[in-house]
């Protein structure tokens, strides 16, 4: 079944296509990536070609592995990944910019048949259950942490992503922080040597086997847990506190970093201290590379960021993704100012 966000954006092309004066030249950009902000920038996309109809953005949301590939290649003019590129990548892509587009969280979904209640979990309690050492769901550790709540004496079936993924980046990235067994083993990646599970292609793959799986423990970018009306779990900051992913647990996530911004861009929020942080936050980026092959895309790519970064904001919210913090704007407007 063709996503409802494609859908909608389909039709707005064709709309806008109708609308175009003869003879005006359509200029195609086309990117590749992260699935975690697909919704969003599909939004994007629609709302910027109205606005500009002899633009039309193609987008492969084929995970942030494939996007990291493709802007590599430069078979794409931009790319997108929920994990920055690592150093080792960025020497194979010389004059790649990273730049944060919008803010999320990613959440564990779940699917226990009988169980109504909001589970709550520990960083700890998750790199276990991914490791393999809590194998049921009730397990002392989990229960402990749930009074009252019946959990099953069933298996734990863990999903996680199949192909290389910014959503496993941060997940894996928060784990190692608080598991030194996890960072040990399994390390922090956008593809990695899973311990146990099945695999599910994008955040929709992932959320739909946890949804048709009973007993299955997932995680996902919110707004794929709230679309696919599947539970997700609360999870323990590095107060002490248990929060339910929300805009402003991401926002308070992002205040730290926000003031104390690498020239790059390139920084981790995940286990972000503060006692309304919700612990596994993150930026997402998009790709760039600052000479641009091909002028006339690369000046309609800089107005779309510019646009992206201001204009396209206000969209955040509706599909429960947190605004950039206006410090960020300001850098990446300068950085922006960079790319010819």
């Avoid at 590939?69 to 020497?91: K, N």
């Avoid at 226990?112 to 589970?119: Q, S, T, W, Y």
């Avoid at 009730?138 to 863990?158: H, K, S």
């Avoid at 929060?243 to 972000?272: C, E, H, Q, W, Y």
């Amino acid at each position: 079944m063709r996503n409802p966000v494609a859908n909608l954006l389909a039709a707005a092309v064709v709309a806008a296509a109708a609308a175009l004066p003869a003879g005006a030249q359509t200029i195609q950009l086309n990117g590749a990536g992260a699935t975690f902000p697909y919704p969003i920038y599909s939004k994007w996309f629609s709302e910027y070609h109205k606005i500009h109809p002899n633009v039309q953005i193609n987008y492969q949301s084929i995970g942030s592995g494939g996007g990291i590939r493709q802007i590599t290649e430069r078979t794409v003019d931009f790319g997108a990944s929920d994990g920055p590129m690592t150093p080792e990548q960025m020497q194979g892509a010389p004059g790649i910019m990273h730049f944060p587009t919008v803010m999320g969280a990613v959440v564990p979904v779940y699917s226990i048949p009988g169980v109504e209640a909001e589970l709550k979990f520990t960083g700890p309690v998750l790199a276990d259950i991914y490791l393999g050492k809590i194998t049921k769901w009730n397990d002392r550790a989990i229960t402990a942490l749930n009074p009252g709540v019946r959990l099953p004496a069933t298996d734990i079936a863990c999903v996680h992503r199949a192909d290389g993924s910014g959503t496993t980046y941060i997940w894996a990235d928060y784990l190692a922080k608080v598991s030194p067994e996890w960072r040990k083993r399994v390390g922090v990646n956008t593809s990695l040597k899973w311990p146990v599970g099945v695999g599910g292609k994008g955040n929709e793959g992932v959320a739909g086997q946890v949804k048709q799986q009973p007993g299955s423990i997932g995680y996902v970018e919110l707004i794929y847990a709230i679309q696919n009306k599947i539970d997700f779990g609360l999870v323990q900051n590095m107060s002490g506190r248990f929060l339910k992913a929300s805009l402003a647990g991401v926002t308070a996530a992002a205040a730290g970093a926000a003031n104390a911004m690498p020239k790059d861009f390139r920084v981790s929020i995940t286990n972000a201290p503060g006692p309304d942080s919700y612990p596994i936050s993150s930026f997402t980026w998009l790709l760039v590379y600052q000479n641009q092959k091909d002028k006339t895309k690369g000046k309609i790519l800089t107005d779309f960021v510019h646009w992206m970064l201001h204009d396209g904001q206000r969209y955040c919210p509706e599909l429960a993704y947190a605004p950039l913090p206006p410090q960020v704007v300001t850098l990446e407007e300068a950085a922006l100012a960079r790319v010819k």
